[in-house]
């Protein structure tokens, strides 16, 4: 009898630890509620569990993706985002480039044409905000804090919450190491202005997108400042990186006063002999790049949030550092160029400097005695 007593009792003991504990564990914490409530009242979209995002992704099994990154980085992005998700499959992708494509396109979003075309977009920044109204509200910012996802808090806007840039973009001083002397080579941007480098001494970018991210740790008065100085030093002016990089390689500049660390690092993979060095001049003026969205009207919003996430990973990280070159995050943990700016103090145009870098680079210009600017 006791004997039968225990088989009884026990046997539904031992079944409800295995349906129920299970089920109970997964329930959401309070914390992630509290996320989740506060990520609703305000107007966005928020999972309390990865699971949840991969199970709604499964049925999805799709993306369509317009991305900014070369063809070669897009296809490193895609190859191990589908090895890691293979009930995932890519539908439909296009690099977009220059802001007259993204200019149309975002005239096409205006319209109401293209925003069934696509799930995940690359955002270019000189039209940031005319984005905003067209992209779903899903609380990034808050699932990455709770942990459902797992992106770096500062790779993600504070303010929209649903904007991840996984890459960044650092400007330099380049030189020549055969024609500068080494004790005029700027560690520091004011360098520039030394009286020994006025007159035609140096090559100068009439687009001032390099002294325009120094605003965050300079402030907009000192920037202007400083644009009229150089105007003072009579630079060489010109346009385009690569083509005054080469130049500067073949020995026609000495110096270069602000061009993209991916430029010159790309010049030097190509050819290990140029006549090219990249000078981290402080404060290092280190630009978002890469930001990307979930469209509206996206099909496979939660496969384009998964997408999102492996672009900030570190299998992705690695081919923004060795295809772009030099394009990673700043803030992803063993990235290239997160060891390069480690110990110096860095001017990061931000989220809000994407709002803001238009005007700032007209009155740049002014400062230096152009009436505008062409971009390119």
């Known amino acids: 009898m006791l004997y039968g007593f225990l088989r009884i009792v026990i046997v539904p003991a031992i079944w409800l630890w295995v349906t129920v504990l299970p089920g109970a564990a997964a329930q959401p914490g309070p914390g992630l509620l509290k996320a989740k409530q506060s990520a609703e009242a305000k ?9 949840e995002i991969i199970a709604r992704a499964k049925k999805e099994g799709q993306l369509r993706v317009l991305y900014g990154v070369y063809p070669a980085t897009y296809k490193g992005f895609a190859e191990t985002f589908v090895k890691k998700y293979p009930f995932i499959t890519i539908q439909r992708a296009e690099e977009i480039t220059g802001s007259d494509a993204s ?7 205006q319209a109401g044409i293209a925003g ?5 977009i690359y955002l270019s920044g000189p039209f940031y905000n005319n984005y905003l109204s067209h992209l779903a509200k899903f609380d990034i910012a808050g699932m990455a804090a709770e942990g459902v996802l797992q992106i770096p808090s500062q790779m993600i806007d504070p303010d929209n919450r649903d904007i991840v840039a996984a890459g960044s973009a650092l400007d330099v001083i380049a030189y020549n190491p055969r024609l500068l002397r080494r004790d005029l080579i700027p560690r520091t941007w004011e360098n520039l202005l030394r009286p020994e480098l006025k007159g035609k001494k140096f090559v100068m970018d009439i687009d001032p997108a390099a002294v325009a991210a120094l605003t965050p740790a300079w402030g907009l008065e000192k920037v202007l400042d400083f644009a009229r100085k150089v105007r003072e030093q009579e630079p060489i002016w010109g346009r385009g990186h690569s083509r005054m990089l080469a130049s500067l390689a073949a020995g026609e500049y000495a110096l270069h006063g602000g061009t993209n660390y991916n430029s010159v690092m ?5 050819n290990p002999k140029a006549d090219v060095e990249p000078v981290l001049a402080e404060p290092v003026p280190a630009r978002l790049h890469e930001a990307t969205g979930i469209l509206a009207g996206a099909k496979n919003p939660h496969v384009a949030l998964l997408w999102i996430e492996h672009m900030t990973t570190p299998e992705a990280q690695k081919f923004l550092d060795e295809v772009e070159p030099y394009k990673s995050s700043i803030f992803a943990p063993g990235s290239i160029l997160k060891k390069d700016v480690e110990g110096k103090k860095v001017s990061v145009a931000a989220w809000r400097f994407f709002v803001e870098r238009g005007e700032i680079e007209k009155q740049i210009v002014r400062a230096y005695g152009f009436p505008s600017t062409e971009r390119k």
Request: charge should be positive; charged fraction near 40%.
């Open 116 to 120: 069934e075309k696509w799930d995940a």
């Open 43 to 51: 107007g966005y979209r928020f999972l309390t569990s990865r699971d």
């Open 266 to 270: 790309r010049l030097k993979m190509k």
């Open 103 to 109: 200019q149309r396109f975002v005239q096409e979003l």
